[in-house]
T-cell receptor, first 114, second 112 residues
């Protein structure tokens, strides 16, 4: 299996621009998670889906952030408009339901907002 | 106060040393405890997984949970340069991987 796939791996954009991060989970995994990692705050859960349905989005920092999962093999995290404080590494992870005891992380997208 | 506290380090030790990494937590509902290892510019990967209190050993790695003290540890014996990474503790109140709460991570360097 190719593992969790994320694109792009690096993104540099200017403040105010729209940013879309993409994730393909491991085939057969029912849960998908979006995390943000920074030096100051560590790894924070933003939102997670079960069977393509958002279950908990309490970690989404503000309305500028949105996430969708139109099908079992694809999810997007969108930031509009982007701000410099959004600069971070964004990880997507997936896991099995219901007895899965691990989350498999993708390689991350390093976002820089100038 | 964060739910999970972890000293970010950095921690630097010579090859062959015993390494002790620790996390404390405040939520007594946490039942499942994990350690993830994250190499530079990579995603975290699960290293150890334990349920409730007690010890679990896997090769050179031992995970220890003391629920009465709300304290978990990861010990690495005979540390190798390849163990150099950031180690993150993670916890959950329910079985399964949903909604893990992560520590900030400890950056570890093993010097040859």
């Amino acid at each position: 299996d190719a593992g969790v796939i994320q694109s792009p791996r690096h993104e540099v954009t200017e403040m105010g621009q729209e940013v879309t991060l993409r994730c393909k989970p491991i085939s057969g995994h029912d849960y998908l998670f979006w995390y943000r990692q920074t030096m100051m705050r560590g790894l924070e859960l933003l939102i997670y889906f079960n069977n393509n349905v958002p279950i908990d989005d309490s970690g989404m920092p503000e309305d500028r952030f949105s996430a969708k999962m139109p099908n079992a093999s694809f999810s997007t995290l969108k930031i509009q408009p982007s701000e410099p404080r959004d600069s971070a590494v964004y990880f997507c992870a997936s896991s099995l339901d219901p007895q899965g005891d691990t989350q498999y992380f993708g390689p991350g997208t390093r976002l820089t907002v100038l | 106060q964060k739910e999970v506290e972890q000293d970010p380090g950095p921690l630097s030790v010579p090859e062959g040393a015993i390494v002790s990494l620790n996390c404390t937590y405040s939520n007594s509902a946490f039942q499942y405890f994990m350690w993830y290892r994250q190499y530079s510019r990579k995603g975290p990967e699960l290293l150890m997984y334990t349920y409730s209190s007690g010890n679990k050993e896997d090769g050179r790695f031992t995970a220890q949970v003391d629920k009465s003290s709300k304290y978990i540890s990861l010990f690495i014996r005979d540390s190798q340069p390849s163990d150099s990474a950031t180690y993150l503790c993670a916890m959950s109140p329910i079985q399964g991987a949903q909604k893990l709460v992560f520590g900030q991570g400890t950056r570890l360097t093993i010097n040859p």
